[in-house]
């Protein structure tokens, strides 16, 4: 069966500290990969997803992720956290629907 | 930009109420969504709409139906509502493809 494996349910990182949440899916075929960030009260935001191409991606406010085949991997990378980045990571494939991950919550630490 | 509107933030109802939740997007895309969220179990589909008058159920659609009788909107209706449906609720809508979701804010609804 399809899966998304988040397999941190927290993270605590420190302002400036880099940052990687970690994402692995159980799918046959090459999948849509898709990341979302949720801040408190709100609905989900897209920050990168994965198509095709290129195995390193870039989204908005700074983040990156990269596409690994062999590891059934699509980790989401950050150089340097900023406090506003503190929010719940929501990590999704798409076969013929969408499946999110349990999601990991990020702390700031100022 | 795209915008998903659920028709309210908060909610409290009484257990054997009919709970309707709406979202509207005006973004003229085919596919919507209804997602529940509860703390530890991330995202669970409710029911999904690939076209107007469409439905199919997603992976807990028990106690729940839906309503798509427009193609920008798509209303979750709890039957009668019991404790166990107190819970965020998440309206998504996207392209037909596999493009991205796009989500409104939520309803949270607690049910007493």
């Known amino acids: 069966a399809q899966s998304v494996t988040q397999p941190d349910i927290h993270i605590t990182v420190s302002e400036g500290a880099s940052l990687e949440l970690r994402c692995n899916y159980s799918y046959g075929a090459t999948p849509y990969l898709f990341w979302y960030v949720q801040s408190p009260g709100q609905g989900l935001q897209l920050l990168l997803k994965y198509f095709s191409g290129d195995t390193l991606v870039q989204g908005i406010k700074g983040f990156e992720a990269e596409f690994k085949r062999s590891q059934s991997s699509f980790n989401l990378r950050k150089p340097s956290v900023h406090w506003s980045d503190a929010a719940e990571y929501f990590c999704a494939v798409r076969t013929y629907k969408y499946i999110f991950g349990t999601g990991t919550r990020l702390k700031v630490l100022a | 930009d795209v915008k998903v509107t659920q028709s309210s933030r908060y909610l409290v109802k009484r257990t054997g109420e009919k709970v309707f939740l709406e979202c509207v997007q005006d973004?003229?895309?085919?596919?919507m969504f209804w997602y529940r969220q509860d703390p530890g179990l991330g995202l669970r589909l409710i029911y999904f709409?690939?076209?107007?008058?469409?439905?199919e159920k997603g992976d807990i659609p028990e106690g729940y139906s839906v309503s798509r009788e427009k193609k920008e909107r798509f209303s979750l209706i709890l039957e009668s509502a019991s404790t166990n449906q107190t819970s965020m609720y998440l309206c998504?809508?996207?392209?037909?493809?596999?493009?991205?979701?796009?989500f409104g804010s939520g309803t949270q609804l607690s049910v007493l």
């Open positions: 709409s690939y076209d107007v008058k469409m439905k």
């Open positions: 973004m003229d895309h085919e596919n």
């Open positions: 998504a809508s996207s392209f037909s493809g596999a493009g991205e979701l796009f």
